[in-house]
């Protein structure tokens, strides 16, 4: 873990300890405990052939919940632990802590998440580092705030930072760390009762490699969401964004010069929701800046279709497919671009109260530029989890 965010998040703990001190509740703990295999194909997606890997891992989950008048809190504590060492295994260990506080009051909501998390980093979605795999830590600072300003209008505000840093990789090119912290005001307006109204705004800063390379972006959207009946919704953003890249070229002690670049275009969402007693579906369509361990900001666009499905009280069905494309400035030279599709079906069985079955299957496909490649990936999983009575914690 960093460092730098233990004093920050510790001082949060404490504080939702005292809030909850004070109001008259009960602690919940609901743990649940699994057992997981995965194989897969190629793991690494790696341009080389690459013998297929099955591993196996223990899950343990702990969320323990309060809850009293306008308070809400939660502490998140979650475990993946696998027969194989390092970083590099789809089933490679990891642990996350998520924290979160709500504070209701007749006009105001205020929710805080803070999170501490090391884990294996980023399979599927990027060659250098999938290749061998390296461990990421992260910690995460996340502040919602919601004035309802009248009966119709609501003002929100959303700001939030984070900080990745990687462990050292087996290959020639690596992730830099990075500090990532955004601020979006926004406006919803409700228009009809089934229809609102939203302006939002965002400005965001992207450090890597120890200030070296630096983005700033700002983005300005319109958007709406429609009730259309009692099965359909659909809501849409689209705005205008602008980044600006900037680096620092040293010889040595001795600064050679400070290079910038800009880059303007449009950001969208656009969502579509049917959603009946026993079927969900979900179809979303994006484009937008987002930080992920190369020099500067990416922008990403994608495509999303998901279902799920309740076939009988004890059997659900989840499945969809997912295209990413996403668009990397270089420091030298031309834009990285890789394409990614993910198909996935699985399938949960609740056969006694207490015991779920999970299986699930997944086809991954990458196609990259530089160096021009495809590669591909099949895998499947199984899961058993066990929960257990809830404690309650006076």
């Known amino acids: 873990m960093t460092r730098r965010g233990r004093p920050r998040y510790s001082m949060i703990m404490a504080a939702m300890c005292m809030s909850s001190a004070v109001k008259a509740g009960v602690w919940v703990t609901e743990p649940v405990l699994g057992l997981t295999a995965d194989y897969s194909t190629n793991p690494g997606l790696l341009f080389v052939d690459h013998a297929a890997e099955t591993h196996g891992a223990v899950l343990i989950d702990t969320p323990t919940t309060y809850h009293a008048d306008a308070l809400s809190l939660a502490i998140l504590p979650s475990f993946r632990i696998s027969d194989s060492s390092g970083y590099s295994s789809i089933a490679s260990d990891y642990a996350h802590l998520t924290l979160q506080g709500e504070v209701d009051s007749d006009r105001d ?5 803070a999170r501490l998390a090391r884990d294996s980093s980023l399979y599927y979605d990027y060659i250098f580092n999938g290749s061998s795999g390296v461990r990421s830590d992260t910690t995460l600072f996340d502040l919602a705030w919601t004035r309802a300003l009248t009966e119709r209008l ?28 955004s601020s979006a005001p926004s406006l919803s307006w409700r228009a009809s009762e089934r229809t609102t109204l939203t302006a939002n ?35 849409t ?24 670049s800009t ?72 834009t990285f671009d890789q394409s990614y599709w993910t198909y996935g079906l699985s399938a949960a069985w609740l056969f006694t109260e207490k015991w779920t079955l999970t299986l699930r299957g997944s086809k991954v496909s990458a196609n990259y530029t530089s160096p021009p490649d495809w590669v591909a990936a099949t895998g499947f999983t199984v899961q058993l989890s066990r929960s257990f009575a809830p404690i309650k914690w006076q």
Request: glycine share 10%; aromatic share 12%.
């Open 154 to 181: 609501n003002f929100n505000l959303e700001t939030n930072s984070t900080r990745v840093v990687y462990g050292t990789s087996g290959t020639g090119v690596t992730l830099t760390d990075y500090r990532y912290s």
């Open 109 to 113: 909501s205020v929710d805080l998440t």
């Open 263 to 334: 880059n303007t275009g449009t950001v969208f969402t656009t969502k579509l929701v049917r959603q009946t007693e026993f079927l969900g579906l979900t179809a979303t369509a994006s484009r937008s800046l987002v930080p992920t361990g190369f020099s500067f900001l990416s922008l990403q666009s994608a495509y999303e279709l998901h279902f799920h499905y309740q076939w009988t009280p004890r059997w659900t069905i989840d499945g969809g497919a997912r295209s990413l494309r996403s668009t990397e400035p270089q420091v030298l030279g031309t």
């Open 201 to 235: 705004g965002s400005i965001g800063v992207y450090d890597s490699a120890g200030g070296l390379t630096k983005s700033a972006s700002s983005e300005l959207e319109l958007g709406a969401t429609r009730q259309m009946n009692e099965l359909w919704s659909f809501s």
């Open 237 to 260: 953003m689209a705005g205008y964004s602008r980044q600006s890249n900037t680096i620092e070229e040293f010889y040595g002690p001795y600064l050679l010069g400070t290079y910038r």
